[in-house]
């Protein structure tokens, strides 16, 4: 017969064989549920977004360029011509009428062309000879005065010119050569003056001293000239460098010399 504590029992049973069917996961079951969840968007299920995502990586700042040099207004020789204003190197001078001393004019000693303008040889309005005064023509900066300078030998200048003979032209170097005694001012925007065959120079001028308009610089010589030959007198060879290279560079003197006539209007 079954009494009721019969019934207790096996209500107690049942429940714990019910508690033992729905037990909690165990340990091993919540590793293979993450494995799925890990496992999923390799089976080609739904991509998962990324909640977080890492973010874009920035460019990095670009390096501010630094600023290019400005370049030299591209201006006509005709405008820096009427721009320049420099003033006379030998006060009182002109630049001369003979075509042979302006930019342009052969140089057949040396198979070249000149590409300055010579203040002496009776032709500028005023005398110039060894000691004269050379004064600026412009403000600027001195970038070269030759304070060590040597004579070239005779033996030298032999070279030089038979150099210049048979490559038909005239090297830079040897060009610096015959220049003689140098004062080179800087006044900016790629404008360079050179004075050239000096005798010595002004007490003080070095470079990186700043002169000024019409001051003394130098005095007139002959260094740098060939013993033999026309040339062979005092004078001073002055140059406006523009760049790379000169005021009046590919015209012919007559109108090379009115560039110069033009440029050099400036007042002493
Ligand atoms: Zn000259």
Redesign the pocket.
């Known amino acids: 017969m079954i009494s009721w504590r019969h019934v207790i029992w096996l209500g107690f049973l049942i429940l714990a064989l019910a508690l033992e069917s729905c037990s909690w996961p165990t340990e091993a079951s919540t590793n293979g549920f993450r494995q799925l969840e890990q496992d999923a968007p390799e089976r080609g299920s739904r991509p998962v977004r990324n909640p977080n995502p890492s973010p874009t990586p920035l460019p990095s700042p670009t390096a501010v360029p630094s600023p290019t040099p400005r370049p030299t207004p591209t201006l006509s020789p005709q405008a820096w011509a009427a721009r320049l204003r420099l003033a006379m190197p030998v006060v009182g001078a002109h630049v001369p009428e003979w075509l042979d001393?302006v930019p342009g004019a052969s140089r057949e000693y040396r198979s070249g062309v000149?590409?300055?303008?010579?203040f002496g040889f009776d032709a500028v309005g005023v005398t110039v000879r060894t000691g004269t005064r050379v004064v600026a023509a412009g403000d600027g900066v001195v970038v070269r005065a030759d304070s060590d300078y040597r004579e070239p030998s005779s033996k030298e200048m032999g070279e030089i010119l038979g150099r210049s003979q048979k490559l038909g032209n005239t090297t830079e170097a040897d060009l610096d050569r015959l220049r003689g005694r140098q004062v080179w001012i800087d006044h900016g925007e790629g404008v360079v003056t050179r004075y050239?065959?000096l005798n010595s120079m002004a007490p003080g001028i070095a470079p990186g001293v700043r002169v000024s308009r019409g001051q003394l610089i130098a005095y007139v010589g002959n260094s740098g000239v060939p013993a033999e030959g026309a040339?062979d007198e005092p004078?001073l060879?002055?140059e406006i460098r523009m760049g790379d290279g000169y005021l009046g560079q590919g015209f012919p003197p007559a109108k090379a010399r009115e560039l110069y006539v033009q440029a050099m209007s400036g007042r002493n």
Not at 114 to 118: I, K
């Open positions: 001393l000149h590409e300055g303008v010579d050239a065959h040339g004078h060879h002055f």
